[in-house]
């Protein structure tokens, strides 16, 4: 793709550079640049035009890129890089940039890019030809022939995305194809990402208005990605390009800023960096204590955050260790030996981020009041700090027809089994088949991109769950279940029963209830609780397809018609009740409406009837406490008996329907039922039924808990009246 050779952007000679990325040698430990010189795009270009190197040694023109490589792979094969550079020369002669150079400066600096990052060889081949089926007569047919299956996939990939109009990356549609170009392989979003950062570090030549836009695509879409790749080298770079075309006074008062504090005598960052280093000589810690300078959107997040910059508010502490608990054992020592602020401190060992990020984050005070912050990490943590997926390697160990799954099985239809591919970009590329339409599937896209934390929730089987922060019982469900999530009924968090509206935390686990019911459906309800892409296309898609019909009710919110508390049911007559009391007549109390073989007592109230109550209702404590005598109550004959149960159930179609289909198949007939309005998704349903033997009633209830959606039956408890 083209691009221009300067960058308006770019800060003058007295400008401190924005941070780059630090290449690490293949052990782990910072590799020096001070010795290499700066890459000269010109001299590329005439070192290109000259042609390639005899078969015996590399074209001049990659020797950078072999640098780096080896810097990270000091065994790799050079052979396939110099080949596809020979292609690529010969392929792209004649093409120029807009900015003068040869075309071949292009997937060469593209190249470099990601070799300094570590990528592995056959990632570096298929960059150096990412351009070549797009802009010139080579085919992917010769690709494969040349360079092998992998190499063709990853070309064939990048030039699906060469095909989207980056102008106009912003609509639905267009991104949607890259999404789906990229998906099965996330080295090919890393060529495309170091492709954009070149083509941003040389955007100058370009009209504002097109800077402009390309600017705001790159924040908006690659940016993100790149966070949720864990490219940060990538990210930060991008960052500060796009900080500096879309707010230029806000980016020069920031370099403003960097420019002053360089110029101060003394570096509060340094004093503190050299007392960590003495603090951990002396607890016998092998580690390097480096600086990072802030780059400059975080400059300029940290001055609008705490105001007044100081010294060490322009860097951090980085301490680089050789193994995990080493971390831990620095955070001691620091914490020991120095102030510590320990509202800074986070672990993203123990719970590493969304995008594979790991490190200890913690902050100390030097004597004149100023806060360093500090990571501590390993060697491969950093590198995967600044890499992310693109540090990880080649997850593939043979072709795509030839890729297994963990358990040995030959994955279906050739499809990529990638070890390395986050939780959250499996998840994209499942919910981006199922948007309903492009504007759906872009809201939801930017809306998922926006979040940048994630938070990890245990099923009840072991497994485990990743999802954003906020994220509901409801997007638990249709990550676990897919569409199937439709038939869920309610959640236990924690063990204890909760509504599919509960937000979840890290660490909470989650078991979901599932109805039985194959009719089953979602609630409108739940789209104001899902927050997940998934969720929220699955629920909108289903009730496209399901339109409520016009003028009438939910089905589960019939018109309500309970009883006030303080309106207890009459107590009503029981022949199978029998009192020591000669000529009293006897009445069931309708407050805990007791059944045999209840054990119960009687209280004599007027007009000589004794009503009956279950010893445990609050009634009887009442009245007892207000000195009314017993009466003793026995049952005679077990016969047909009136009780009041409720269910407890969470709300969803046809659940009234079910509960009286089971009641009457028990043989109960119902006198009277109310169902009170749902809230927060539970109902509460009081039957009075009429039952021909009260030996039914255990096996009634057990019937009536058993219809779905249904996770609790009782006996009733009405308040008592005042005076029986």
């Not at 022949?575 to 209280?603: H, I, K, M, W, Y």
Request: net charge negative.
């Amino acid at each position: 793709m083209s691009a221009e050779a300067t960058n308006p952007a770019t800060p003058g000679p007295a400008t401190p550079s924005p941070q780059r990325s630090v290449p690490l040698e293949q052990g782990g430990s910072p590799a020096r640049r001070k010795g290499r010189p700066r890459i000269d795009l010109r001299r590329l270009g005439r070192a290109a035009l000259l042609g390639p190197a005899a078969r015996d040694r590399l074209p001049d023109a990659i020797g950078h890129v072999a640098e780096a490589h080896r810097a990270h792979h000091a065994d790799a094969d050079m052979e396939p890089l110099r080949r596809a550079y020979v292609l690529a020369e010969s392929s792209h002669r004649g093409q120029m940039r807009k900015s003068g150079e040869p075309y071949i400066t292009h997937p060469l600096a593209v190249t470099l890019i990601l070799a300094e990052l570590g990528a592995e060889t056959t990632t570096l081949t298929a960059s150096l030809l990412h351009d070549t089926v797009e802009d010139t007569e080579v085919t992917l047919d010769q690709v494969r022939a040349e360079f092998g299956d992998e190499v063709c996939y990853l070309v064939d990939g990048v030039t699906k995305l060469e095909k989207v109009d980056y102008g106009a990356a912003a609509e639905p549609e267009t991104f949607r194809k890259m999404l789906v170009a990229t998906g099965n392989d996330v080295r090919v979003m890393s060529i495309k990402l170091a492709d954009r950062l070149h083509n941003m570090r040389t955007l100058g030549v370009m009209r504002p208005e097109k800077q402009a836009r390309i600017a705001k695509v790159t924040r908006d879409v690659l940016i993100p990605l790149a966070e949720r790749l864990g490219v940060q080298a990538l990210k930060t770079e991008l960052e500060d390009l796009v900080f500096a075309i879309l707010h230029p006074e806000e980016y020069e008062h920031t370099r403003e800023l960097i420019v002053d504090n360089a110029s101060r005598a003394g570096d509060p960052l340094a004093e503190i960096a050299e007392e960590v280093r003495g603090v951990l000589r002396e607890a016998g810690i092998q580690a390097e204590v480096l600086i990072r300078p802030r780059h400059f959107v975080s400059v300029h997040r940290v001055s609008r955050k705490r105001g007044p910059m100081r010294g060490a508010d322009f860097g951090r502490l980085l301490v680089l260790v050789n193994e995990d608990a080493d971390c831990y054992g620095v955070l001691g020592e620091l914490h020991t030996c120095l102030t510590p602020v320990v509202s800074e401190f986070k672990d993203f060992i123990a719970v590493p981020k969304f995008n594979l990020y790991q490190s200890l984050h913690t902050a100390v005070a030097s004597g004149d009041g100023q806060v360093a912050e500090v990571l501590i990490r390993t060697h491969q943590m950093h590198k995967v700090a600044e890499a992310g997926v693109i540090a990880l390697g080649n997850p593939y160990t043979a072709p795509a027809e030839e890729q297994t799954d963990g358990d040995g099985e030959r994955a279906a239809d050739g499809e990529r089994v990638d070890p390395t591919r986050p939780g959250w970009l499996s998840r994209l590329l499942d919910w981006q088949q199922g948007a309903p339409d492009p504007d759906t599937f872009w809201s939801t896209l930017r809306e998922d991109l926006a979040q940048d934390r994630e938070i990890t929730v245990f099923r009840a089987d072991g497994g485990s769950l990743g999802l954003p922060e906020g994220a509901s019982c409801v997007d638990a469900a249709y990550a676990q279940y897919g569409e199937d999530a439709h038939a869920c009924i309610g959640a236990r968090v924690n063990g204890r029963l909760a509504t599919l509206s509960t937000v979840l935390k890290d660490g909470d686990t989650v078991q979901l209830l599932m109805g039985q019911d194959p009719a089953s459906e979602p609630s409108r309800e739940w789209l104001e609780h899902a927050h997940t892409p998934a969720a929220r296309i699955a629920i909108q898609r289903w009730l496209a397809a399901h339109p409520s019909p016009p003028d009438m009710a939910p089905p589960e919110e019939p018109a309500a018609a309970p009883r006030p508390a303080a309106e207890a049911p009459a107590a009503r007559p029981a022949a199978n009740a029998v009192v020591e009391q000669p000529g009293a007549s006897v009445r069931l109390a309708g407050c805990c409406t007791p059944v045999p073989p209840d054990r119960v007592t009687g209280f004599a109230v007027r007009g000589g009837v004794v009503t009956v109550h279950r010893v445990e209702c609050a009634g009887v404590a009442r009245m007892k406490g207000a000195g009314r005598a017993e009466v003793e109550v026995s049952w005679g004959d077990t016969t047909e008996c009136r009780v009041t149960l409720v269910a407890e159930s969470f709300g969803r179609p046809h659940l009234l329907a079910d509960l009286t289909e089971a009641i009457a198949l028990e043989g109960a007939a119902i006198v009277s039922a109310t169902v009170e309005p749902p809230s927060q998704q539970r109902v509460r349903h009081t039957y009075t039924l009429q039952l021909p033997d009260a030996a039914r009633l255990p096996r009634l209830m057990r019937a009536m808990r058993n219809v779905p959606g249904v996770y609790d039956v009782s006996r009733a408890q009405h308040a008592a009246a005042a005076a029986q």
